[in-house]
Structures are given as structure tokens and as C-alpha cells.
Nanobody, 120 residues
């Protein structure tokens, strides 16, 4: 059974940085698309960053140049480095995974999320 667990959320001031981690079980990163989503209060869940099984990455326009997704295959961990944080980055950040394809909102496996709060 695939399990995803996020960590690293917290409260920081605008302009600060955080690094989120997603530890996965039963996943071979070379076969899975991994992604970070976020959901702000009262807003729809949105995709923030994707890493295809090939290692190719894509980002939402709102985070390009500020967020970086990476992985450590040996640790089965996906990371999201978030710099120059803004108040609009506040939300619950969720890790998602799907085998071979990046299925967006229909990705098969989801973590429970970690809360990020940015104060201005």
C-alpha cells in the first residue's frame, strides 16, 4: 500500500523559507510522478510542483523561481524548497503520487498534508 507523509510545515514571516518533505512507502520514484499541491482556505486545491518519473519538473506560474522540487531516491523522500514566501502561499500542502503519469487532481495517492502559514 502506498503511503505518503508530509512534514516540515510551520509558520514563517513573508520573505522567509521552508522546506517540506514527503516520505513515501512502496514507491519507486523512477516509476512515479510525484507532486506537491496546496489548498488555501476557501480556495480550490492547486498543483504547485510536479516531478515526472523521468525527473522533469514543472511549476505553477505563481511559484516559479521561488520553489524547487527535488527528491532523494535513497531516502524515498520528495522535497519542496520554498523561498521568498508570500502570504498567498499560506495553505495546507499535500504530497501526491501516481504511477507513470502526472494525473493532476486525479492523482491516485495522497498524503494528509502539512500546514504552512505565512505572516506579513
Amino acid at each position: 500500500e502506498v503511503r505518503l507523509m508530509e512534514s516540515g510545515g510551520g509558520s514563517v514571516q513573508a520573505g522567509g523559507s521552508l522546506r517540506l518533505s514527503c516520505t513515501a512507502s512502496e514507491i519507486y520514484y523512477t516509476e512515479y510522478c510525484m507532486a506537491w499541491f496546496r489548498q488555501a482556505p476557501g480556495k480550490e486545491r492547486e498543483g504547485v510542483a510536479y516531478m515526472e518519473y523521468s525527473g522533469r519538473t514543472t511549476y505553477a506560474d505563481s511559484v516559479k523561481g521561488r520553489f524547487t522540487v527535488s527528491k532523494d531516491n535513497a531516502k524515498n523522500t520528495l522535497y519542496l524548497q520554498m523561498n521568498s514566501l508570500k502570504s498567498e502561499d499560506t495553505g495546507t500542502y499535500l504530497c501526491a503520487a501516481d504511477r507513470w503519469v502526472c494525473a493532476g487532481q486525479d492523482m491516485r495517492h495522497w498524503g494528509k498534508g502539512t500546514l504552512v502559514t505565512i505572516s506579513s
